[in-house]
């Protein structure tokens, strides 16, 4: 079984706000994954990271930004929140070599 | 970009009973999961199959890469196999960027 942890499960925040999500592995994994997903939709991927100091952008396109320090650490910011990113944000992990995806819970954001 | 399919859409079962769904994907793929997602968000990983046949307990699952499709089985389902399944792919030229579809949601009643 993973360790994959997200903090926090839930932020209600209003428009305009600063936010930083928190994804943290301690597996040693070097790729990390962030995904968002509405209700009753599929995942998209937003952003990714092969290691650190690695970043790249998903195949949707996201206002939040990301940052790859720690092997460990895989925070998401979004500067200036908005009603539109109201949705769940999951973060996932994999090891060099293997393909197998593991996902922390999830934030689910609610933005007023 | 590459196109996932997943049906059906819904499935409604009575515990006990066995069920397939299915995952069409447009172009060939290198790596393909398959997920539940639990009624509270959390997506465990169930197998990474790109080709081949895998067994875990009630669930199996087969992969025809050359006719670009999956299927999981899921045999005498219990209440707690309800939720959201994902089938989720990605070229070899993706790396490891899953494309996922929009999941088969199960319903298994008592």
């Known amino acids: 079984e993973a360790d994959i942890y997200q903090t926090p499960r839930y932020l209600v925040i209003g428009t305009g706000k600063k936010i930083t999500l928190e994804c943290s592995q301690t597996?040693?994994?070097?790729?990390m994954y962030w995904y968002q997903q509405d209700p009753g939709m599929e995942l998209h991927l937003i952003h990714y990271?092969?290691?650190?100091?690695?970043?790249e952008k998903g195949d949707l396109s996201s206002e939040s930004t990301v940052s790859r320090i720690r092997t460990e650490h895989f925070p998401l910011t979004l500067e200036s929140a908005r009603p539109s990113h109201t949705s769940q944000y999951l973060c996932?992990?994999?090891?060099?070599?293997?393909?197998?995806?593991?996902f922390g819970p999830g934030t689910r954001l609610l933005v007023l | 970009g590459i196109q996932v399919e997943q049906s059906p859409p819904d499935l409604i079962l009575q515990e006990g009973a066995n069920s397939t769904l299915r995952c069409n994907f447009s172009d060939s793929v290198n790596n393909l999961q398959w997920f539940h997602q639990n009624p509270w968000g959390q997506l465990i990983n169930l197998f990474y199959?790109?080709?081949g046949t895998k067994q875990n307990g009630r669930l199996s699952a087969t992969t025809v890469a050359t006719e670009r499709y999956s299927l999981l089985y899921i045999s005498s389902s219990q209440t707690t196999d309800s939720g959201v399944y994902f089938c989720?792919?990605?070229?070899?030229?993706?790396?490891?960027?899953?494309?996922f579809g929009e999941g088969t949601q199960l319903t298994v009643n008592p």
């Open positions: 597996m040693g994994h070097d790729k």
């Open positions: 199959i790109p080709s």
């Open positions: 989720a792919v990605a070229r070899e030229t993706s790396g490891s960027r899953l494309t």
């Open positions: 996932a992990s994999t090891l060099q070599g293997s393909e197998t995806q593991y």
């Open positions: 990271s092969y290691g650190v100091n690695s970043t």
